[in-house]
């Protein structure tokens, strides 16, 4: 029997590309909402005289929430279902940008906090997909649904340093909480649609942390997917939070160094189908993991080398690299976590496993930040933070080797 009921004018549209749709959007303004502060940090480091580095302790900040909350959302999904979850995501993130625009000590750690409880979107959305897609081609359709991460950073490269130049940044950041807050209320007629599975008696227990954790490491092929999303995810966070301040100090304009950022972004989206498509057809999961691996490793390298006197074409050829391997991973780990992950636990282990990419997401920004506070440079850092991925990439050519 079809899990998914259809109902009023909807019944007509296709399950998987109604969900498909309903979560690509609701990615892309998690992607957007959790991306601004990053983008408009010029902005934010002048108006409150803050030091660079303090764009790490940020998304440190927001890497430790979204761990509890990922590890811990499991219960919630199967409790109210992967599109309230997927709501309460979007509303959660809106109070934290929202909070973002005060501008106080206290107002950012807890929008650091609010925008960390966002990341549930993903094991949300990853719930619902894998009830509605095939197996077989659960890395397309992951791939595809991920493509909405670059879209969200593409839109905040675009719109957000203009915006700020307009409006000031404290009108954007509460721009960004008014959309991801209407498209919350948008999602509501589709709840009726997707959260038949849900059982109401499930309750939260604190245990579940522990039994999630459990069962990702008592796991092999969960256990090797955690690892490299620790590396993946914390390279991803080094380059969202850094890029286009390091272009700010080799004399590009804030504006400048947000369009490259956007173009280079942009690659991700057409990487992230064809890493998808290759690992559903030619090439297994683990190669194409591998090789994305040795990959944002390399150009993290080639980055770190980038001076004023590149031309721009060159340093955006080195980003492009790097967007379309430290930006693009995401659709094939996450399709092969869920398969990997019983059936009706699939949300629970996606977070599981995307909470080791937290632990990494909290490390290697703080790592920069201690790097770039005792050395001054920006270029040491990327070396540093792509050295997890080189390690992740070499042992998962060796286990490729070996089986």
């Known amino acids: 029997m079809n899990p998914i009921r259809r109902?009023?004018?909807?019944?007509?549209?296709?399950?998987?590309?109604?969900?498909?749709?309903?979560?690509?959007?609701?990615q892309t303004f998690v992607a957007l909402g959790r991306?601004?502060?990053?983008?408009?940090?010029p902005a934010i480091i002048t108006d409150l005289r803050l030091d660079a580095y303090w764009i790490g302790i940020y998304f440190a900040v927001t890497a430790a929430s979204s761990l509890v909350a990922q590890l811990g959302c499991g219960s919630f999904i199967v409790r109210h279902g992967a599109l309230r979850?997927?709501?309460?995501s979007l509303a959660v993130l809106a109070a934290g940008t929202a909070l973002a625009a005060l501008g106080t000590p206290l107002a950012l750690v807890l929008s650091a906090i609010c925008t960390g409880g966002g990341a549930v979107s993903t094991p949300a959305s990853s719930h619902l997909l894998s009830r509605v897609s095939s197996p077989r081609y659960l890395p397309l359709v992951f791939s595809t649904k991920q493509t909405a991460v670059p879209a969200g950073l593409?839109?905040?490269?675009?719109?957000?340093?203009?915006?700020?130049?307009?409006?000031?940044?404290r009108v954007t950041m509460l721009?960004?909480?008014?959309a991801c807050a209407s498209f919350a209320l948008m999602l509501q007629p589709l709840r009726g649609i997707f959260d038949t599975d849900r059982v109401p008696t499930r309750a939260f227990r604190m245990s579940d942390f522990k039994a999630t954790l459990v069962l990702v490491l008592a796991t092999p092929s969960l256990r090797?997917?955690?690892?490299?999303?620790?590396?993946?995810?914390?390279?991803q966070a080094v380059v969202t939070a850094y890029f286009v301040v390091y272009l700010t100090t080799i004399g590009y304009t804030p504006v400048a160094a947000g369009f490259v950022f956007s173009v280079a972004v942009a690659v991700a989206v057409p990487?992230?189908?064809f890493w998808g498509w290759l690992g559903s057809s030619h090439v297994s999961p683990r190669g194409v993991m591998a090789g994305l691996a040795l990959g944002m490793a390399a150009s993290a390298g080639l980055l770190a080398l980038c001076g004023a006197g590149w031309p721009t074409l060159l340093v955006g050829l080195v980003a492009s690299a790097l967007s379309a391997t430290a930006l693009s991973w995401h659709g094939v780990l996450l399709a092969e976590t869920a398969r990997?992950?019983?059936a009706d636990m699939r949300g629970g282990v996606t977070g599981g496993v995307l909470s080791f990419g937290q632990v990494g997401a909290l490390a290697l920004p703080l790592v920069y930040s201690g790097l770039l506070d005792l050395t001054g440079s920006y270029g040491a850092g990327f070396v540093v933070c792509g050295v997890p991925a080189l390690l992740v990439g070499v042992q998962l050519l060796r286990q490729r080797a070996a089986s």
Request: hydrophobic content about 60%; some cysteine.
């Open 154 to 169: 593409l839109l905040a490269g675009l719109l957000g340093p203009q915006l700020t130049e307009w409006t000031g940044w």
């Open 85 to 88: 979850v997927s709501q309460i």
């Open 271 to 273: 990487g992230r189908i």
């Open 175 to 178: 721009l960004s909480a008014a």
């Open 35 to 41: 991306a601004l502060p990053a983008v408009i940090a």
């Open 7 to 26: 109902c009023g004018t909807l019944r007509l549209v296709n399950p998987l590309l109604l969900a498909l749709g309903a979560m690509f959007l609701q």
């Open 224 to 235: 090797v997917f955690s690892f490299a999303c620790l590396a993946f995810n914390g390279l």
């Open 340 to 342: 990997a992950a019983p």
